[in-house]
Nanobody, 124 residues
């Protein structure tokens, strides 16, 4: 049974950094493309970053380009999201998700497995 578990969220001041992790089990890590989504209260879930199976295709939403970096570690079946220069508008619950699609940055409906989410709050 697939299991995706996010960690690393928390409260940070504007301009600060956080590193999210997503530990994956129950599926073959190398077969999946992974993305990070976020959802703030009253808004739709949006994709912010993603990485293909071999890491050759990486996606970033315009709102996070130059500030967020995603990576994956096949040895530990872990997905990462390094978030720098955080802004109040980055406040949301962040989710990792897995899809068999070849390319990241897809619609939420195309993802097969989801984590439970981790809260990120950017506030002074």
């Amino acid at each position: 049974q697939a299991r995706l578990v996010e960690s690393g969220g928390g409260l940070v001041q504007p301009g600060g950094s956080l590193r999210l992790s997503c530990t994956v089990s129950g599926i073959t890590f190398r077969d999946y493309t992974f993305d990070w989504f976020r959802q703030a209260p009253g808004t739709e879930r949006e994709v912010v970053a993603g990485i293909s199976r071999r890491g050759t295709s990486i996606f970033y939403a315009d709102s996070v380009k130059g500030r967020f970096t995603t990576s994956r570690d096949g040895a530990t079946s872990t997905l990462y999201l390094q978030m720098n220069n955080l802004k109040p508008e980055d406040t949301a619950v962040y989710y990792c998700a897995a899809t068999l699609d070849l390319h990241p940055g897809g619609k939420a409906s195309t993802y097969d497995y989801w984590g439970q989410g981790t809260q990120v709050t950017v506030s002074s």
